[in-house]
């Protein structure tokens, strides 16, 4: 059984870059780990996912070429590295654990197993 600690955010600057990863209670090998946000007054996204073999990751178009998912099985942890922050960035970030299905051109959210507790993103202008 696994289940997703809460990761690291914080206050950004624009442009800025931030790190933040997330630490499976159990085995994450076994599963696909991706990263969702939400922002107040809009619905949750998916922002980047990646197969549970790494070789397969989604990135949303929003974040394609700033953001980098990684993942490293014998940590049990997903990374999260975002460049070139930007206000709209700025959200709670869930990582989740399961499975890395695609719907409507995004990561299947009902796909996910188990999920962080979230953390806050700001970026300041």
């Known amino acids: 059984r696994s289940s997703c600690r809460r990761p690291g955010g914080g206050l950004v600057q624009a442009g800025d870059s931030l790190r933040i990863s997330c630490a499976a209670s159990?085995?994450?090998?076994?599963?696909?780990m991706g990263w969702f946000r939400q922002a107040p007054g809009k619905e949750r996204e998916c922002v980047t996912a990646?197969?549970?073999?790494?070789?397969?990751?989604y990135y949303a178009d929003s974040v394609k070429g700033r953001f980098t998912i990684s993942r490293d099985n014998a940590k049990n942890a997903v990374y999260l590295q975002m460049n070139s922050l930007k206000p709209e960035d700025a959200a709670v970030y869930y990582c989740?654990?399961?499975?890395?299905?695609?719907?409507?051109?995004?990561?299947?959210?009902?796909?996910?197993?188990?999920w962080g507790k979230g953390t806050l993103v700001t970026v300041s202008s």
């Open positions: 990646i197969s549970e073999s790494g070789i397969s990751k």
């Open positions: 989740a654990a399961g499975k890395f299905k695609m719907l409507a051109g995004t990561i299947d959210a009902r796909g996910m197993d188990y």
């Open positions: 159990g085995t994450s090998r076994n599963y696909a």
